[in-house]
């Protein structure tokens, strides 16, 4: 285990980081390490394994990030997730939505330290990969320190070493789970401490990291980075940090990664996915271009998406060029 491993990390997003996002995301970024949704211990145990934990072999390195508050199931959990493959298994200790609290896990976990401990112990007695947290600074409006201390140093005691610090608190009550990305405060300066006094530990920063120029600053501040939405509504942005932080790293054009996907699409297709859940990820691919809207449209086209037709997202693209050759001859229209 080397600090390099999560030197890029992508956020674990519910409803956002399923399978063919984290393969769209892997062609951007060919070295980031890729986080699963949140999954529920309950639908691991009791539900359709397949659905829930299978992907493509491009997408490693990958995390299984868990959800949930008893050993025994858990380390159950752990377990389906190594047998399938995953390279990480991480727990959520920081999702604040009152849903996931009344299923006594997420951030309310970081007020029972010894729980969470035991819960840790037991999945790293269960599978021979890296068990980590993801976690916030704080519960509601308590910001002493020694409260995310003490919660890092009960784990650290198990042995873990890998923590991810979303670099706010977490608000249980009165705040939606959009308010607890925005309303708590950042505070940086307390996960830079919690490195000094956990020297020996992988420290990664997430938390309102927007842009390719914070996300590589935190990066050489911390051990890594995760970014959560910016690689969602942006996602060019993890081939920005990945070209500063991996320069002699080839990353694809816009064209192969559309090539890719369209491949990848039509694999999916032929297994019954339908085509707008595969293109979903690819709608901020070229935010801020020429013509970014009309691709957009054309591929959140519920009656364009219905035939579940591949080319579409072919058709997008031409669209997209064929606004940009426009706007270039526009502008080399001398003004009269």
Same mark, same amino acid.
């Given at each position: 285990?080397?600090?390099?491993?999560?030197?890029?990390?992508?956020?674990?997003?519910?409803?956002?980081?399923?399978?063919?996002?984290?393969?769209?995301?892997?062609?951007?970024?060919?070295?980031?390490?890729?986080?699963?949704?949140?999954?529920?211990?309950?639908?691991?145990?009791?539900?359709?394994?397949?659905?829930?934990?299978?992907?493509?072999?491009?997408?490693?390195?990958?995390?299984?990030?868990?959800?949930?508050?008893? &050993?025994?199931?858990? +380390?159950? /959990?752990?377990? !389906?997730?190594?047998?399938?493959?995953?390279?990480? $298994?991480? =727990? *959520?200790? %920081?999702?604040?939505?009152?849903?996931?609290?009344?299923?006594?896990?997420?951030?309310?976990?970081?007020?029972?330290?010894?729980?969470?401990?035991?819960?840790?112990?037991?999945?790293?007695?269960?599978?021979?990969?890296?068990?980590?947290?993801?976690?916030?600074?704080?519960?509601?409006?308590?910001?002493?320190?020694?409260?995310?201390?003490?919660?890092?140093?009960?784990?650290?005691?198990?042995?873990?070493?890998?923590?991810?610090?979303?670099?706010?608190?977490?608000?249980?009550?009165?705040?939606?789970?959009?308010?607890?990305?925005?309303?708590? &405060?950042?505070?940086? +300066?307390? /996960?830079?401490? !919690?490195?000094?006094?956990?020297?020996?530990?992988? $420290?990664? =920063? *997430?938390? %309102?990291?927007?842009?390719?120029?914070?996300?590589?600053?935190?990066?050489?501040?911390?051990?890594?980075?995760?970014?959560?939405?910016?690689?969602?509504?942006?996602?060019?942005?993890?081939?920005?940090?990945?070209?500063?932080?991996?320069?002699?790293?080839?990353?694809?054009?816009?064209?192969?990664?559309?090539?890719?996907?369209?491949?990848?699409?039509?694999?999916?297709?032929?297994?019954?996915?339908?085509?707008?859940?595969?293109?979903?990820?690819?709608?901020?691919?070229?935010?801020?271009?020429?013509?970014?809207?009309?691709?957009?449209?054309?591929?959140?086209?519920?009656?364009?998406?219905?035939?579940?037709?591949?080319?579409?997202?072919?058709?997008?693209?031409?669209?997209?060029?064929?606004?940009?050759?426009?706007?270039?001859?526009?502008?080399?229209?001398?003004?009269?």
């Amino acid at each position: 285990m080397s600090a390099s491993d999560w030197r890029l990390c992508v956020a674990p997003m519910i409803d956002v980081t399923d399978r063919h996002c984290r393969y769209f995301h892997r062609l951007l970024a060919p070295r980031a390490r890729l986080y699963t949704e949140m999954i529920t211990t309950g639908a691991l145990l009791h539900g359709n394994v397949e659905r829930h934990l299978d992907f493509d072999a491009a997408e490693h390195p990958v995390a299984l990030q868990l959800g949930g508050s008893e &050993p025994d199931a858990l +380390a159950e /959990a752990a377990r !389906l997730g190594r047998k399938w493959g995953y390279d990480e $298994i991480n =727990l *959520n200790c %920081g999702c604040p939505s009152e849903r996931v609290q009344r299923g006594a896990f997420g951030a309310c976990l970081m007020a029972e330290s010894g729980l969470v401990a035991d819960c840790m112990k037991a999945m790293q007695d269960a599978v021979d990969v890296p068990v980590t947290v993801k976690h916030r600074l704080g519960l509601d409006y308590d910001e002493s320190y020694g409260f995310v201390r003490d919660f890092v140093g009960a784990l650290h005691d198990t042995g873990c070493r890998v923590f991810i610090v979303h670099a706010r608190n977490a608000v249980l009550k009165g705040l939606s789970p959009k308010d607890n990305r925005e309303i708590p &405060p950042l505070r940086y +300066a307390v /996960a830079e401490q !919690l490195r000094a006094d956990f020297p020996d530990s992988i $420290i990664v =920063l *997430n938390g %309102g990291l927007a842009d390719a120029a914070q996300a590589v600053g935190a990066a050489d501040a911390f051990d890594g980075v995760m970014l959560g939405r910016a690689a969602w509504h942006t996602p060019r942005v993890l081939s920005e940090v990945s070209l500063r932080l991996w320069p002699s790293v080839r990353l694809p054009t816009d064209a192969q990664v559309v090539d890719a996907m369209v491949g990848y699409a039509a694999s999916q297709v032929a297994l019954g996915v339908p085509l707008r859940v595969i293109v979903r990820p690819l709608l901020g691919l070229v935010n801020g271009q020429s013509g970014a809207r009309r691709w957009r449209r054309l591929l959140s086209d519920p009656l364009r998406l219905a035939p579940n037709d591949p080319d579409l997202i072919y058709e997008a693209w031409r669209s997209l060029r064929d606004a940009t050759r426009v706007q270039l001859q526009d502008e080399a229209v001398p003004a009269s």
